[in-house]
């Protein structure tokens, strides 16, 4: 074995690292059960082929293609998950998931609640969108905020492949209803594979990058953005934190705190719509808890106010860029 | 693991009698309901199931305590008919901390899984496509478990019933769909909302089985649904139920039926379903009036126990606002 082999661990994409996730988990759980369209093999395993293999491995009664009914799949997560399985349903876009609301908000994420606790709902629902591939305004929106809004979901974004599987299998094993949102691009993005187990436990945000000046908080695709901005200040020496959420419910508050407490300058970046927004919660946490250490303010990126469009033109000026964080950091460097 | 009861397909003294048993738990409780709602010791919405109390018993008296039952807001007879006890019921109506949900759901999310009644929802339609997620468990387990669904006929019209029906059709669950037909959805008429003369009629798009039956005749319902509950247990998959009834009180406490014309109304209550069954008992000499008072005074009995027991309970503690909103408490 080489020595750059020792050193730099295989690559994978993250459409490998959620079919591994879901083979462990597969495998280490009987009561796990994989269901959506087009996942079973003889309709291709997954329109991305994340679900390929699993139900030739464990049979057509744990992995089944359903038919294109939404409200029918999460009501069947609903009921499966109450009844002591571990459902892994996939709505096979985030947009598709207002078809689902009332199982997602009105049952998934309050029958515990309602109940008194006397059921549960240990349901996971992968689903996928993101813009930047000219999918139009019915294929591509960040609703995260519509789920973070409401009490009883755990909503999950990763940002590389390790973070996929790892924050995946936690999701199946955690004993709630946690809707884990896929990025189209992301999931051809390569990056370090982890080790077999390999687990990320909710509610834990990483920093890929340490820094003394300014905190940029992110979470999902943008990550590689504020990452390739916090290389970029580094060499005129502006040291850029990057704070990788990874998890928006529950929300790793206090690692937001402490590196705001350190550099005292913020930047939230999302892809989302910006106003209304994620950010706009975690600004306002920011201002409640951190208001004396703050040397600026809080800088916000997220997507304009807008359905998103269907123009490559149009698109990259619909979201972040990379430009645009590295402005809003040397804005708010003064 | 729950196992087959053998259940006779025409219902004989004993299950009329136990039929009946339920049927006048459900009634008289109904009444206490509203008259302690009347009286202001109990602030909640009520929807009373006045009207229809056969067709759950019918059911349930032929179910395993571990079999599955989902309602709705008009849930009342079927959490009695299951067998969810008066004072956890009665202490959730009250808002309690000893209630079924601690007081945290209320009437429209009575929920008592040693009971089997583990979903009760305040959405039309919704608890269609839950059951079958239960359902679809019981199968991949084998624990031979069925699961019965109930909703009326305005929940016909509404998406998850097409779906939940399709995908039940389709993988053979073992479920039996339950639709109380009281004629009106809230306060518009079946005819006026509903395509198809019979809820019945939409069985065939989804290849499944499907009757109508007078859900107020304790026989003729008993026999529905045998049928249908053997051919869920059995692997044979589900059952659409349409069984007509009426509603002879408001769609909720403060309605008055006022756009339910008097004469239809009247008609309804002439053929009331409970004294109906009462004379059907005694005729057939299946009991004697004084087995059926005794029957009464009993519920009587359990029944001011109960509102007692509820109307001294504990209100929950502030500290619940922070509980069961996820497995681990919050600082919500």
């Known amino acids: 074995m080489s020595a750059e082999a020792e050193t730099k661990p295989a690559q994978i994409i993250g459409v490998q690292a959620i079919n591994m996730a879901l083979m462990e988990a597969m495998e280490a759980d009987p009561t796990v059960l994989v269901f959506g369209e087009d996942v079973a093999d003889p309709e291709g395993g997954g329109v991305l082929k994340c679900t390929d293999g699993l139900s030739t491995r464990f049979g057509d009664h744990r992995v089944r293609s359903t038919p294109i009914s939404e409200q029918a799949i999460m009501g069947a997560a609903v009921g499966a998950a109450i009844a002591g399985m571990r459902p892994v349903a996939e709505i096979m876009l985030m947009n598709f998931i207002s078809v689902a609301m009332d199982q997602l908000v009105n049952h998934a994420a309050k029958i515990r609640y309602m109940s008194g606790g006397a059921t549960s709902v240990p349901l996971v629902v992968r689903t996928l969108t993101g813009a930047g591939m000219s999918l139009g305004g019915q294929h591509s929106d960040m609703l995260e905020a519509w789920l973070a809004h409401t009490p009883g979901l755990k909503v999950v974004i990763p940002s590389n492949p390790a973070d996929y599987k790892g924050l995946l299998l936690s999701c199946i094993e955690d004993d709630n209803p946690c809707v884990f949102i896929e990025n189209s691009t992301l999931m051809y993005t390569p990056g370090d594979a982890p080790p077999p187990g390999y687990k990320v436990p909710l509610g834990k945000a990483s920093t890929p990058r340490v820094g003394s000046d300014v905190t940029l908080v992110s979470y999902g695709r943008p990550v590689l953005d504020c990452i390739a901005v916090a290389d970029k200040l580094a060499a005129e020496g502006i040291s850029v934190e990057v704070v990788d959420l990874r998890t928006i419910v529950p929300m790793d508050e206090a690692a937001i705190f402490a590196s705001v407490g350190k550099t005292g300058r913020v930047v939230i970046v999302h892809e989302a719509v910006k106003r209304f927004g994620v950010g706009a919660e975690i600004a306002a946490r920011i201002n409640e808890e951190c208001h004396g250490q703050l040397k600026a303010p809080v800088g916000r990126i997220g997507a304009k106010y807008s359905p998103v469009p269907f123009s490559s033109a149009l698109e990259k000026d619909y979201i972040w860029t990379a430009a645009g964080i590295e402005a809003a950091v040397r804005k708010v460097m003064g | ?332």
Not at chain 2, 213 to 233: C, F, L, Q, S, Y
């Open chain 2, 1 to 332: 693991m729950s196992t087959q009861q053998n259940f006779p397909a025409e219902p004989g003294t004993a299950e009329l009698r136990d039929v009946y048993s339920r049927v006048m738990l459900i009634k008289m409780t109904d009444e206490r309901i509203r008259r302690v709602i009347r009286s202001g010791r109990i602030a909640t919405p009520h929807y009373s199931p006045r009207g229809q109390e056969v067709i759950a018993p019918s059911v349930c008296a032929q179910l395993n305590p571990d079999d599955y039952v989902v309602t709705i807001y008009r849930g009342l007879q079927d959490h009695l008919a299951k067998g969810v006890p008066l004072k956890s019921l009665w202490a959730e109506y009250a808002g309690r901390a000893t209630g079924s949900c601690k007081g945290k759901g209320g009437p429209m999310h009575i929920t008592h899984p040693a009971a089997g009644v583990v979903v009760t929802t305040g959405i039309v339609g919704s608890g269609i496509p839950i059951a079958n997620g239960l359902a679809w468990a019981s199968q991949l387990k084998g624990d031979g478990r069925i699961t019965v669904t109930n909703f009326g006929d305005g929940a016909s019209n509404i998406g998850a019933f097409h779906e939940g029906l399709n995908l039940a059709s389709l993988w053979k669950l073992p479920v039996v769909f339950v639709c109380s037909n009281n004629t009106y959805s809230e306060h518009t008429t079946y005819e006026k909302v509903t395509a198809v003369k019979r809820i019945s009629d939409r069985g065939a798009s989804y290849s499944m089985p499907a009757v109508t039956v007078d859900g107020n005749d304790p026989i003729a319902m008993w026999k529905a649904a045998h049928e249908a509950i053997t051919r869920a247990r059995s692997g044979g998959g589900p059952t659409l139920i349409e069984a007509m009834t009426f509603r002879f009180e408001g769609h909720t406490n403060g309605d008055d039926s006022h756009y339910i014309p008097a004469d239809v109304m009247a008609a309804a209550k002439e053929k009331d379903p409970v004294p109906r069954f009462r004379k059907l008992l005694l005729d057939g000499g299946h009991a004697t009036e004084a087995e059926l008072d005794a029957i009464e005074a009993k519920i009587k009995d359990d029944l001011d126990e109960a509102v007692d027991y509820a109307l001294n309970s504990p209100w929950p503690d502030a500290a619940e606002l922070n509980r069961d909103i996820y497995d681990e408490e919050i600082e919500a």
